[in-house]
């Protein structure tokens, strides 16, 4: 079976927009496919190109052939900085040691721990004080 990365048009009449995907050759342009890694949309300015890479890797490291139409997608998507560049994908929050440390770090800030020992105030558990009960509004 061969095996080839390509698109198919999606969208109405006169409104042209694409799925990058993998298909197998002998299925027709907008039929059968294996998987959807990608959409373009050459309609809004400048023309909307994501594709996902890791799933693409995969498929070319599997024998997978991209068209000319794919690969000149794919040069753009990655000259214009792939999802680092495309401000409507979102990039995950960085977690642990690289995050950057809060801007206001100074006095009242809690000490850190040691590492492989509890943070401080990890484990207590605050205790309900009946009298500390939320003020009533007036005037409702």
Known sequence: MAVRVRLTRV????NPIWRVVVADQRSPRDGRFIETIGHYNPQTEPSTIRIDEERLQHWLARGAQPTGTVKQLVKAYAKSGGAAGDPSV??????????????????GAPESAAPGEPAPGAGEQLEADPEAAPAEREGT
């Open 90 to 107: 979102t990039q995950p929050a960085a977690v642990g040691a690289d995050a950057p440390a809060p801007a206001d770090a100074g006095e």
């Open 11 to 14: 969208g109405s009449k006169k």
